[in-house]
């Protein structure tokens, strides 16, 4: 009624500590021109605005903001981890023991060599490897994509 414009100036003030006491408790007390008002929850409908590159879910009183940015480092970490999987499915397939050495060469993709020889002490734990050889040309090898490169690997069991 004559109040409305009131009752929405006062709700667009709200803060977080307002609106968690709304939804924990399913109504608030406002006042409006020194009047007392009891607002129902279902009286109010509670929206929020997304964070450009971060994503908000709430369930309840509780909300949580996640950070969707992909950083150089986070890009470079992903890219190691995606050869790993990658390796992981040759070994595999090619019959090898969990416990089989390897040796592997891969070729030089460009924009994705920095990744793999900032995580090439990770990669080689993981896969088995005691180095991580780049090369021009691997002759006999497979060709893998990770993200959006593509490059050629060989993968033997050393020994």
Do not use: H
Not at 38 to 45: G, M, Y
Not at 70 to 93: C, H, M, S, W, Y
Not at 116 to 141: N, R
Request: hydrophobic share 40%; with cysteine; proline share 3%.
């Amino acid at each position: 009624g004559p109040k409305m414009k009131a009752v929405s100036a006062a709700l667009a003030k709200f803060g977080q500590e307002e609106i968690a006491s709304l939804e924990k408790d399913g109504r608030i007390e406002l006042q409006i021109d020194n009047e007392p008002l009891l607002l129902q929850i279902d009286e109010v409908e509670i929206s929020s605005e997304d964070i450009p590159g971060w994503t908000v879910a709430s369930n309840g009183p509780l909300t949580v903001a996640l950070d969707l940015t992909i950083t150089p480092e986070l890009a470079a970490e992903g890219n190691a981890r995606e050869f790993v999987n990658r390796i992981q499915k040759i070994r595999k397939d090619s019959g090898f023991e969990l416990t089989d050495r390897v040796e592997v060469t891969v070729s030089e993709a460009n924009g994705l060599k920095d990744s793999l020889a900032k995580y090439k002490d990770y990669i080689c734990a993981e896969i088995l490897a005691d180095e991580l050889v780049f090369a021009a040309e691997v002759k006999g090898g497979i060709s893998i994509d990770i993200n959006d490169f593509s490059l050629i690997v060989n993968v033997l069991k050393k020994g």
